[in-house]
C-alpha cells in the first residue's frame, strides 16, 4: 500500500532537473537512457540547458532509448512534474567553508523553490545542492510540502563512494562489497565499519 504522499517510480511520467551543470546534465542523461520518464533540463545561462539536451539526445540513436529530454530556461515548461531534482546553486570553492556556501546557495534554493512549487505543486523534491542537509530543510519550509516529499542526496551517495574505495583498495569487485555510511554529507559523516564488508566478511576481519 502506497500513501498518497508517495509515488512508485514505474508511474513517472516527467522529471524535472534544475541546474544543467556536471551533476544536472549526468542526472538527465541516465534518466533519460533507463527510460525512467521523459526530462525537462533548467537552467538560467540562456543556451547551456538547450545544448547539454541535444547532446545527450543525440545518442538516442546509438543507446536506443526513446524518453524525450528538452532544455529550457523557463520554468514553465516544468509545469506538472511528478518529480523535480534541484542541483542548482555554487560549488564549495577552495577556502570556503559550509557555512559561507550555505549563505550563498540559501539565496537560490529559496528562488528555485518558489518556482518549483508554483510550476508543480504535486511533485516530489530531490535536493542535491550542498550543503544539502540545510538546503534540504530550506526546502521543505519553503516549499510547505509534506517532509515524505523532499528528499535529500546524502547517504546513498557517500555510500557508494565508500564501496568505491574498499573495491580500488582490496582489488575486488565493487558488487562484492557492502558498505553504510550515515549523518551529515560532509566531514561529520560516520562510517560504520562492522556493516561495511567484502563478501559478508566485515573489513575489520579481513
Known amino acids: 500500500m502506497v500513501s498518497s504522499g ?3 517510480i514505474s508511474n513517472l511520467s516527467k522529471i524535472s532537473i534544475i541546474g544543467a551543470g556536471h551533476v544536472g546534465a549526468t542526472c538527465a542523461q541516465r ?3 533507463k527510460g525512467y520518464a521523459d526530462v525537462v533540463l533548467v537552467d538560467i545561462i540562456q543556451g547551456l540547458p538547450q545544448g547539454k539536451a541535444l547532446d ?3 545518442s538516442a540513436p546509438i543507446l536506443n532509448f526513446n524518453s524525450r529530454l528538452s532544455g529550457t530556461n523557463d520554468y514553465q515548461a516544468t509545469a506538472n512534474s511528478d518529480v523535480v531534482i534541484i542541483t ?9 567553508n559550509r557555512t559561507e556556501l550555505l549563505l550563498t546557495n540559501r539565496q537560490i534554493i529559496t528562488e528555485v523553490t518558489h518556482n518549483v512549487v508554483n510550476y508543480s505543486p504535486n511533485c516530489i523534491i530531490i535536493m542535491v545542492t550542498n550543503p544539502v542537509e540545510a538546503m534540504t530543510h530550506l526546502a521543505i519550509q519553503v516549499s510547505q510540502f509534506p517532509r515524505n516529499r523532499v528528499l535529500g542526496l546524502s547517504g546513498v551517495l557517500d555510500t557508494a563512494r565508500l564501496r568505491t574505495f574498499i573495491a580500488a583498495e582490496l582489488n575486488v569487485p565493487i558488487a562484492a562489497v557492502s558498505a553504510c555510511v550515515l549523518g551529515q554529507h560532509g566531514r561529520n559523516m560516520v562510517v560504520i565499519p562492522r556493516l561495511s564488508t567484502v563478501n559478508g566478511v566485515p573489513i575489520t576481519k579481513t
Not at 542548482?88 to 570556503?96: L, N, Q, V
Open 6 to 8: 508517495v509515488r512508485l
Open 31 to 33: 534518466i533519460v537512457e
Open 56 to 58: 545527450i539526445l543525440e
Open 88 to 96: 542548482s546553486g555554487i560549488g564549495r570553492k577552495p577556502g570556503m
